[in-house]
C-alpha cells in the first residue's frame, strides 16, 4: 500500500461519499470541493455491487486525495481498499475484521471500526488496535 498519510495527524473534518453525487467525475469534483473546503480524510461510501463502477470511482477520488495529501478510507470493503491502494479502512459488523484488515491492508494502515453505541463492542475493538472507533449509530441509509 502506498500510504504515505501518518495517522497520527489526522484530525479536522472527516467526508463521507454519497453515491448520488454522481459519476467517478462528479465524485472526485465533490472531493476537491470538500478538501477544498478544509476536510481532512474521505471515506468512499457506496454500498453498491458493481465493482468495476466502485473501482474506478475510488481510484478517481484517490488521484484527488493523493493531490492534496489527505487519506482516503473505503467503508466496508478491504479488498478494494487493498487493490485501490487506499489508505484504510472503516468496517461495520458485517464486514471483515479489523485483524483481518491489518493483515491484508498492514500494519500503518488506517482502520475505523463502528462500535453501533456498543460499550462492548467498543472494548473489544479497540483491544485490537484500531486506529479509530466511531460510537454512533449512523443516519446514513445502509
Known amino acids: 500500500m502506498a500510504n504515505t498519510i501518518r495517522r497520527s495527524t489526522i484530525a479536522g473534518l472527516y467526508v463521507l461519499t454519497d453515491a448520488a453525487v ?8 465533490f472531493v476537491e470541493a470538500v478538501i477544498g473546503g478544509g476536510a ?15 473501482q474506478r470511482e475510488a481510484k478517481a477520488i ?3 486525495c493523493r493531490s ?28 471483515a475484521s479489523l485483524a483481518q484488515a ?10 475505523g471500526v463502528s462500535c453501533y453505541d456498543s460499550l462492548a463492542r467498543a472494548q473489544e475493538a479497540a ?10 449509530v449512523s443516519s446514513l441509509p445502509r
Not at 68 to 95: F, M, Q, R, W
Request: no cysteine.
Open 62 to 64: 484517490l488521484a484527488v
Open 40 to 54: 481532512q480524510l474521505i471515506q468512499y461510501r457506496d454500498k453498491g455491487d458493481d465493482r468495476t463502477r466502485r
Open 22 to 29: 454522481g459519476d467517478h467525475r462528479a465524485l472526485a469534483a
Open 68 to 95: 492534496h495529501g489527505v487519506p482516503l478510507l473505503i467503508n466496508d470493503d478491504v479488498e478494494l481498499a487493498a487493490v485501490v491502494g487506499a489508505d484504510g479502512v472503516h468496517v461495520g459488523k458485517g464486514d
Open 127 to 136: 483491544a485490537g488496535g484500531p486506529t479509530m472507533l466511531r460510537s454512533g
Open 102 to 111: 491489518r493483515t491484508l491492508l498492514g500494519p500503518e494502515a488506517i482502520v
